[in-house]
Nanobody, 115 residues
């Protein structure tokens, strides 16, 4: 069964950190570039960070550059998003997906940044 399961979200104060995980199954994870997305209430889903299949190339939205780091462990079929210096505007549901041949969206993981 092809599946993406996100975890690691929560409530954090401004300036805090969280590490999100996305566990993939049912496909050859190591051959796909992966991307983290987020969707805030009332807004469209936006791309946050992208990583190539071999981790050599990464890319970030301007709004998170220098604060977020995407990584992956192909042996564990997992992609991560380390989020530091969180801001209230980072509050959203975070999803991961393949860059190409996008899969059905999972539940995502809620990140709430608030004091």
């Amino acid at each position: 069964q092809v599946q993406l399961v996100e975890s690691g979200g929560g409530l954090v104060q401004p300036g805090g950190s969280l590490r999100l995980s996305c566990a993939a199954s049912g496909f050859t994870f190591s051959t796909y570039a992966m991307r983290w997305y987020r969707q805030a209430p009332g807004k469209e889903r936006e791309s946050v960070a992208t990583i190539s299949s071999n981790s050599i190339v990464t890319g970030y939205a301007d709004s998170v550059k220098g604060r977020f780091t995407i990584s992956r462990d192909n042996a564990k079929n997992t992609v991560y998003l380390q989020m530091n210096s969180l801001k209230p505007e980072d509050t959203a549901v975070y999803h991961c997906n393949r860059v190409s041949a996008v899969l059905q969206w999972g539940q995502g993981t809620q990140v709430t940044v608030s004091s």
